[in-house]
């Protein structure tokens, strides 16, 4: 059965990637209604994002929380059923194949699983680096066999990998692209990046925006335009 559309202003995702919960919820406001999903990683969350999230939650504003998580199964285990609690949409784990085991048997009827493939600043040298034998396209495919076969709900991969990917899982896994760079903007610490429309075009299903809406002169104006060009890309 085709997944259900997804409305186009629910495929931004923007990456509130502050470093106070006071930062972020100034940026929210800024923004209004042009965003209906937000993602908290890290550096937010470490500084009680976690609060936020509930918040936001109860506005009617869709949530990921993005910690990836990749522990022993019961430390994962246990982490995502306070994840869920939160009423949160999208988690992130490693795509290894305990850890997304462990994170499926524990995500309760509303939480949907995300598995990391290969994170986006990396590159082939990078992989090489870490020790693995695979190159990035190979270990891409490895582990969104090995993330469909376990029941995880969707992929996390860049926009380079989106079109190969969909080919392999089909239409019933969520595909999230972050490294996405609108034309024109500063590329930073990532390595394979792609504009809004490409990504959709290819395949994607949602897309993560951190930098160019976050440090944008206008938020609501530069999220707006990402919107349009979703849309034109018919997303």
Same mark, same amino acid.
């Given at each position: 059965? !085709? ?14 990637? &502050?470093?106070?919960?006071? +930062?972020?919820? +100034? ?10 999903? /937000? ?6 969350? /470490? ?6 999230? +509930? @918040? ?5 504003? !869709?949530? #990921?929380?993005? #910690? ?16 869920? @609690?939160?009423?949160?949409? #999208?988690?992130?784990?490693?795509? /290894? ?14 939480? @949907?699983?995300? %598995? ?28 969104a066999l090995q993330a469909q076969a376990l029941g995880v709900d969707g &992929? ?12 392999? $899982? ?16 500063? $590329? ?18 949602? &897309? ?13 104006? %530069?999220?707006?335009?990402? $919107?349009?060009?979703? $849309?034109?890309?018919?997303?």
């Open positions: 059965m !085709k997944p259900a559309p997804i409305p186009s202003r629910d495929r931004l995702i923007v990456a509130l990637d &502050l470093s106070s919960v006071e +930062a972020a919820e +100034a940026l929210i406001e800024r923004i209004g209604d042009s965003v209906t999903f /937000y993602k908290i990683g890290y550096q937010l969350g /470490y500084a009680g994002g976690l609060s936020l999230a +509930a @918040k936001l939650a109860d506005r009617g504003k !869709k949530l #990921f929380i993005d #910690f990836k998580l990749h522990d022993i199964g019961n430390t994962v285990s246990k982490g995502i059923e306070s994840i869920a @609690k939160l009423g949160a949409t #999208f988690a992130t784990v490693h795509a /290894y194949p305990q850890t997304m085991k462990a994170a499926v048997d524990a995500r309760g009827p509303s939480l @949907k699983i995300l %598995a990391v493939t290969v994170l986006t600043s990396y590159d082939e040298d990078d992989l090489h680096a870490a020790g693995y034998r695979l190159g990035i396209s190979e270990m891409v495919e490895a582990r &992929l996390v991969c860049s926009g380079e990998e989106v079109a190969t990917v969909r080919g392999i $899982v089909g239409p019933q896994m969520a595909l999230v692209t972050p490294g996405i760079r609108p034309a024109g903007s500063a $590329v930073g610490d990532q390595k394979r990046v792609m504009t809004p429309g490409r990504a959709i075009a290819s395949g994607a299903d949602y &897309l993560v925006v951190g930098r160019p809406v976050v440090d944008a002169v206008d938020p609501k104006a %530069a999220a707006e335009m990402i $919107v349009a060009e979703i $849309v034109e890309a018919g997303g």
